[in-house]
């Protein structure tokens, strides 16, 4: 299985009778990683952000920025300790994480009012 992480522009809806509607259009930013790197997000506490960010409320890129941030300072100042995690069949290694969330971490600063939609 892989994690799929798409950006998508949004649109602000008013319906007749007076209710906000947010709807997702055009997709702006998407990326894609291995499900091996599972186990190394966990245990770096971004697992939830990364594979169900619904479950957390998490509906805009700006909040990823933040978490997304802590994770990447603490995988870079902790390489040896996350490398432990990396797949035995060399398919979710730890640079593939650090690339990962550096990019999305990019994108969500590059476009933070996107609408964050991860699919796994």
């Not at 599972?38 to 805009?60: R, S």
């Not at 398919?91 to 009012?113: Q, W």
Request: hydrophobic content about 40%.
């Amino acid at each position: 299985m892989s994690l799929d992480i798409s950006l998508f522009e949004k649109e602000i809806i008013v319906c007749d009778c007076g209710k906000i509607h947010v709807v997702k259009r055009g997709k702006i930013f998407e990326t894609n990683t291995t499900g091996n790197l599972y186990k190394m997000a966990k245990e770096l506490g971004i697992y939830d952000y990364l594979w169900t960010p619904k479950k957390l409320k998490i509906t805009k890129a700006n909040q990823l920025i933040e978490p997304l941030t802590k994770a990447l300072t603490n995988l870079k100042a902790n390489a040896e300790y996350y490398k432990k995690f990396d797949a035995p069949n060399g398919f979710g290694v730890y640079s593939d994480l650090v690339f990962f969330i550096d990019d999305l971490l990019n994108a969500c600063t590059k476009f933070p009012d996107t609408l964050v939609e991860a699919v796994n």
